[in-house]
């Protein structure tokens, strides 16, 4: 079992910052590629970022390409997105998955879930 705890997520206003954490606990951290995915009501959970194993490639969906980052610290087993320039469309429920498939984008590779965190960007 892999465990997942989110932290970081909060109210800001637009073009502002906010850096979400992830930790994992449970089976060895390097084991697993890692993904940031949102969800706004009624909608479905969908694809935000991902990091995979080793090299640590990274992925991102069109919409936070060049505004978010995401990372991995395989001494601290956390997974890292940092969001700049937030839009109001930002706004959702961050959610941190762990997998051992290679393909990050669908929401079916995610064995394990964290709890979720709220951003909100509004002025």
């Known amino acids: 079992q892999v465990q997942l705890v989110e932290s970081g997520g909060g109210l800001v206003r637009p073009g502002d910052s906010l850096s979400l954490s992830c930790v994992s606990s449970?089976?060895?951290?390097?084991?697993?590629?890692f993904a940031w995915f949102r969800q706004t009501p009624g909608k479905e959970r969908e694809f935000v970022a991902a990091?995979?194993?080793?090299?640590?490639?990274?992925y991102y969906t069109d919409s936070v390409r060049g505004r978010f980052t995401i990372s991995r610290d395989d001494v601290k087993n956390s997974v890292f997105l940092q969001m700049h320039n937030l839009k109001p469309e930002d706004t959702a429920i961050y959610f941190c998955?762990?997998?051992?498939?290679?393909?990050?984008?669908?929401?079916?590779?995610?064995?394990?879930w964290g709890q979720g965190t709220q951003v909100t960007v509004s002025s």
């Open positions: 998955g762990a997998t051992t498939r290679v393909d990050y984008e669908l929401r079916d590779s995610y064995s394990y």
């Open positions: 990091v995979g194993r080793g090299i640590a490639a990274t």
């Open positions: 449970g089976r060895p951290f390097s084991w697993y590629g």
